[in-house]
């Protein structure tokens, strides 16, 4: 069944915002988000391990901001002043405690079906 749904993407203009949510059903060691561009590998965005602080890609660092609601088993990944390389499809991903230290989409077990984003210049 369904374990990760995201929601929330859509279009805006470069400087724009937006905010990308994804329902969880189960609890994971790791949660993080990864976007892939056409034509590109998918790529490492952020993400959390238990206990600690959000880490997040040099590209996006001071720009998104993850964060969880355990009450409503929610990820949200709030992306601000947003720019034409961000258009991408963006996953949220959930794995046991080595993906958060390899961050590889192969030790991810457990993925959404992405969600569309495109920032127009």
């Known amino acids: 069944g369904l374990r990760l749904v995201e929601s929330g993407g859509g279009s805006v203009q470069s400087g724009g915002s937006l905010r990308l949510s994804c329902a969880t059903f189960g609890v994971y060691d790791c949660m993080g988000w990864f976007r892939q561009a056409p034509g590109k590998e998918r790529e490492w965005v952020t993400a959390?391990?238990?206990?600690?602080?959000?880490t997040y890609d040099g590209s996006v660092k001071g720009r998104f901001t993850f964060s969880q609601d355990n009450t409503n088993n929610r990820l949200y990944l709030r992306m601000n002043n947003l720019k034409p390389d961000d258009t991408a499809m963006y996953y949220c991903?959930?794995?046991?405690?080595?993906?958060?230290?390899?961050?590889?989409?192969?030790?991810?077990?457990?993925w959404g079906q992405g969600t569309k984003v495109t920032v127009s210049s």
């Open positions: 991903a959930a794995g046991g405690s080595v993906a958060c230290f390899s961050l590889r989409p192969i030790d991810f077990a457990y």
């Open positions: 959390i391990h238990v206990g600690d602080k959000p």
